[in-house]
């Protein structure tokens, strides 16, 4: 059974940072997967943040681009999100998914493992 755990969430200024971590297990060696970070911000809809590939591929909202990271550890089975300069628009509870893929692009497909979230809220 495949379980993710964020963590790192916090309530920082604008133009602050964070670093979200999600620790991953429950693969096998030999499976490929994809890891993303998703975010919803109360009232609004769920929105893809970042994505990763096995091969180090990276997607990224065009709301993130050039202020947020995404970044992994295969021996901690960590993967990261590292948050600058951050907006009042960024607060919402960030989760971290995963789905067994071998694909080198993540982005906008279905994950089928999600953790429980962690709250980010950034004050103006």
């Known amino acids: 059974q495949v379980q993710l755990v964020e963590s790192g969430g916090d309530s920082v200024q604008a133009g602050g940072s964070l670093r979200l971590s999600c620790t991953h297990s429950g693969y096998t060696s030999r499976n490929s997967y994809c890891l993303g970070w998703f975010r919803q911000a109360p009232g609004k809809e769920p929105e893809e943040v970042a994505t990763i590939s096995e091969y180090d591929t990276t997607t990224f909202a065009d709301s993130v681009k050039g202020r947020f990271a995404i970044s992994k550890d295969n021996v901690r089975k960590t993967l990261y999100l590292q948050m600058n300069r951050l907006e009042p628009e960024d607060t919402a509870i960030y989760y971290c998914?995963?789905?067994?893929?071998?694909?080198?692009?993540?982005?906008?497909?279905?994950?089928?493992?999600w953790g429980q979230g962690t709250q980010v809220t950034v004050s103006a």
């Open positions: 998914a995963a789905e067994t893929s071998r694909s080198t692009y993540c982005s906008h497909i279905t994950y089928s493992y």
